[in-house]
């Protein structure tokens, strides 16, 4: 079965600082791959998602990740950390299967940016 | 602007009490999920329709249940709520696709005294 994992269940950097947040997938063929951020009380939103087509992705809020095949690795970056980016991320991965609806998610980062 | 609505955004309910979370949806989707959220914890899935397809996860309590009328509205409902039935239940939508974007809903925060 394909899964995510999510390295550091707590990240915390600077104003200013580069955010990094990692995310390995397991799975036999490349999936499709997410990145979803909670703040407190509120659902998911859609950060950025890879469905195969640039490797390199861009989200909302200044969000990047790129997909690495040869790493197995979806890690989550913004070069500057801003106050209003502290919340819960998730990363999740969706099988390359039309009738699977089955998205799993890693078990979440919380991030805390520092003023 | 379509979206992913639930009501109401909070709910106290007694031990034992049934209660029912609402969520509806705009964006016409074709699949309707729930999930159980607890406390810095990855969303977990209770069950998903593919329109009036109903798909239970193995490991749902049957104390849970759910309704889907239509296309737009789902309901999940408890039949007797425990103590470790209190979570954040998040209702998310999803166009049955190559790689099938969930959209979320704001959750239902579920308090059990």
Request: contains cysteine.
């Amino acid at each position: 079965a394909q899964s995510v994992t999510q390295l550091g269940s707590h990240v915390s950097v600077s104003e200013g600082a580069l955010v990094l947040l990692r995310c390995n997938y397991s799975s036999s063929v490349p999936p499709y791959l997410f990145w979803y951020v909670q703040y407190p009380n509120q659902g998911l939103q859609l950060l950025l998602k890879y469905t195969s087509a640039a490797t390199l992705v861009k989200g909302i809020n200044g969000f990047e990740a790129e997909f690495k095949k040869s790493e197995t690795s979806f890690h989550l970056t913004k070069p500057s950390a801003h106050m209003s980016d502290a919340a819960e991320y998730f990363c999740a991965v969706n099988p390359v299967d039309y009738n699977n609806n089955d998205m799993r998610f890693g078990a979440g980062t919380r991030l805390t940016v520092k003023p | 602007d379509a979206m992913v609505i639930q009501n109401p955004r909070y709910q106290v309910t007694q031990f034992g009490k049934p209660v029912t979370l609402s969520c509806s949806q705009t964006l016409n989707h074709n699949v309707m999920y729930w999930y159980q959220q607890k406390s810095s914890q990855a969303p977990k899935l209770l069950f998903h329709y593919y329109d009036k397809d109903f798909n239970n996860e193995a490991d749902t309590p049957d104390n849970f249940q759910s309704r889907r009328p239509n296309t737009s509205f789902c309901f999940l409902d408890i039949r007797s709520p425990g103590l470790g039935d209190a979570a954040m239940y998040l209702c998310a939508t999803s166009r049955l696709s190559s790689y099938n974007e969930q959209f979320f809903g704001p959750g239902t925060r579920l308090t059990v005294l």
